[in-house]
């Protein structure tokens, strides 16, 4: 069974770094792509980029370019997403998703990990 | 404000149907795949609904989805209390090169 297994929460104060991951099983990491998903509390859901697991080619929401950073390893078939410097407006539940790019388009997101929440609190 | 309009809630009985829909644009659903995602409460989203109208393995049928011009519509039949969460339609906006959800509908099932 595909499973995509996320770091654990973590509690942190503005201005510091953080780094979390998203480790793939199951399947091929190298032929799929690793998407994030923002949920902020109480919110719905917003799409943040995407890697592929392949190449590391990675394609950012506008909405969140420059914002945050996307990085891979597939030697260990990991995802990750990290800020350098945090914000109490990036406290939400963070979702990793896999899903394959026909012709430029993205399909669905299937299967879905189990969210990393973030608190960002001073 | 998103791209992909959806009702906030909907409610209906059990054993009853309800319709969730979900409008977009000629950039987005308009021509591509939409997708269904059930949330239930305290967990992360499912995927229910794939290429607007395929059902992954181990969704039951009473879920179905539909998709005409640039809207789509999610269905479920013979409700049960544990279909309460909330709904969200997917699909990728070729015009911002972006995926884009709708704002999410909450299922109450009274």
């Known amino acids: 069974e595909v499973q995509l297994v996320q770091s654990g929460a973590e509690v942190k104060k503005p201005g510091e770094s953080l780094k979390i991951s998203c480790k793939a099983s199951?399947?091929?990491?190298?032929?799929?792509?690793i998407g994030w998903v923002r949920q902020m509390p109480g919110k719905g859901l917003e799409w943040m980029g995407i890697?592929?697991?392949?190449?590391?080619?990675?394609r950012y929401s506008p909405s969140f370019e420059g914002q945050v950073t996307m990085s891979a390893d597939k030697s260990i078939s990991t995802a990750y997403l990290q800020w350098s410097s945090l914000k109490a407006s990036d406290t939400a539940i963070y979702y990793c998703?896999?899903?394959?790019?026909?012709?430029?388009?993205?399909?669905?997101?299937?299967?879905w990990g189990q969210g990393t929440l973030v608190t960002v609190s001073s | 404000q998103s791209v992909l309009t959806q009702p906030p809630s909907v409610s209906a009985a059990p054993g009853q149907k309800v319709t969730i829909s979900c409008s977009g644009s000629?950039?987005?659903?308009?021509?591509?795949?939409v997708s269904w995602y059930q949330q239930l409460p305290g967990t992360a989203p499912k995927l229910l609904i794939y290429?607007?109208?395929k059902r992954p393995s181990g969704i039951p049928d009473r879920f179905s989805g539909s998709q005409s011009g640039t809207s789509a519509t999610l269905g479920i039949t013979g409700l049960q209390t544990g279909d309460e969460a909330d709904y969200y339609c997917g699909t990728w906006d070729s015009s911002l090169s972006a995926w884009v959800f709708g704002g999410g509908t909450k299922l109450t099932v009274l």
């Open positions: 290429d607007n109208n």
């Open positions: 998703v896999t899903s394959a790019m026909v012709r430029g388009v993205l399909n669905w997101f299937d299967p």
């Open positions: 890697i592929y697991g392949g190449d590391s080619d990675t």
């Open positions: 199951a399947y091929s990491f190298t032929s799929y792509w």
């Open positions: 000629s950039s987005n659903i308009g021509n591509n795949y």
